[in-house]
Structures are given as structure tokens and as C-alpha cells.
């Protein structure tokens, strides 16, 4: 399997941000997508590139969306929680492994595409809501399932990686990037999606919550 490109790389951090100032849209006010939660903001160029990815979906097969936007602080206390917990398993570690370690599941607060309103957690599911098998629930334990949340792991089954391979089949061919080591989470215009792509700037950077802008 190739070596992983983690969003704390320097690479990454050193795209600059020229956000182009598209406001937070509820994705609930968009028929064509299914949200599982109350609370799913993403910007709107997202929301568009996801409609887009429903199309392309077989019959029956729907995007149930259950994270978007997060506010600096939700994604300080995501980020803490897990550095603590990996200090914790493995004390040995220096500040800078934890960190990277951390990186590989929580984005650092500073990087997370979250917090720009250009990231989505999601999922397939049926018409009615039930989702398919994908190898792991969205939002598993990050350790003790580290090996089948990697987004090509071959540890899951044959109908699960099929259901993967339609997930990044349609979220691809609308621009969205996976972060491989978490087969639920997409993003377009981050820092992230820059890098892989090639753009020479991020699209989006931290917004102030829903609200407060």
C-alpha cells in the first residue's frame, strides 16, 4: 500500500489560503441529500459537487451526510482528546509523534478542512435510510479500527470494498479528495485538496460559525 500523505505534511500547510468568500449553506435545505444529523453546513461549492455526486449514484443508492462544518473549537477539543489518548497508549512518544500520529484520523485545528466548511463525514445508504456496508460505521473507533478505516484496506470484504469503490467512484469524479485514511471523509477546496490536485492555493480557509459570520 503507498505511503499516506497526512494533512499535517508541511507540503500541506504550506499552501496558502485565498478563500473566495462562499457563505455556509444547511445542507437539510437541499432535497437531493439525506443528512443524518440536525446541524450539517458546508459551502456552498460543496453542496453543489454533491448534488453533482448523487447523480452519478446507481438507482436506490443515496449520500447520508452526518458531518460538516465545525466550529475551532469542536475540532480543538477532537484534535485534544485524541492526542491524550495516544499519549496515553503509547508514552514513549514524543509531542511531534503524537501530533503526527493524531493527524492521521483528527485534522490539527489549524489544517482541518472542517473548520473551512469544505469537508463532509458521509456515507451510502438505501431510499428508506438503511446504510450499506462500508467496512466499518462511520465515525468507528479510530484505534481499534485504524486498519479498516484506511480507504483501500483489504481487510473488509469483497461487498464493502465494491460500496467504497462506488463512494469514491462518484465523490471523484466531482473534484471531492478522500483523505486515505478514513474512507467517510471528502473534501474540495482545503488545503488538503490543493495539495493533491495541484492547485497552487486552498479555496477555503476557517469561517466563524453559522451565524456569526
Known amino acids: 500500500m503507498p505511503k499516506i500523505l497526512l494533512i499535517s505534511d508541511e507540503r500541506v500547510a504550506a499552501i496558502p489560503v485565498r478563500d473566495c468568500g462562499e457563505l455556509l449553506c444547511d445542507l ?16 456552498t461549492g460543496v453542496a453543489d459537487r454533491l448534488v453533482a455526486a448523487q447523480t452519478l449514484l446507481p438507482r436506490g443508492v443515496r449520500l447520508l451526510v452526518v458531518a460538516g462544518y465545525r466550529s475551532p473549537a469542536e475540532q480543538e477539543r477532537l484534535f485534544a482528546e ?4 495516544l499519549t496515553t497508549d503509547h508514552p514513549e512518544w514524543t509531542v511531534d509523534q503524537v501530533r503526527t500520529a493524531a493527524s492521521r484520523h483528527i485534522a490539527p485545528p489549524e489544517l482541518a478542512p472542517h473548520v473551512a466548511g469544505a469537508a463532509v463525514t ?4 438505501t431510499d428508506d435510510g438503511a446504510e450499506l456496508p462500508m467496512g466499518t460505521a462511520v465515525d468507528a473507533d479510530l484505534v481499534a479500527n485504524a486498519r479498516a478505516l484506511v480507504t483501500a484496506s483489504t481487510i473488509i470484504s469483497p461487498e464493502e470494498r465494491a460500496n467504497r469503490s462506488v463512494l469514491s467512484g ?3 469524479a466531482v473534484e471531492l479528495v478522500n483523505y486515505p485514511t478514513l474512507w467517510w471523509h471528502w473534501s474540495y477546496g482545503d488545503r488538503y485538496w490543493a495539495h493533491v490536485t495541484g492547485r497552487p492555493s486552498a479555496r477555503y480557509g476557517p469561517v466563524p460559525p453559522p451565524g456569526e459570520r
Open 122 to 125: 458521509l456515507t451510502l445508504c
Open 170 to 172: 462518484a465523490m471523484g
Open 28 to 43: 437539510r435545505d437541499i432535497p437531493a441529500l439525506r443528512a443524518a444529523v440536525a446541524d450539517v453546513h458546508v459551502r
Open 82 to 85: 485524541h492526542s491524550v489518548r
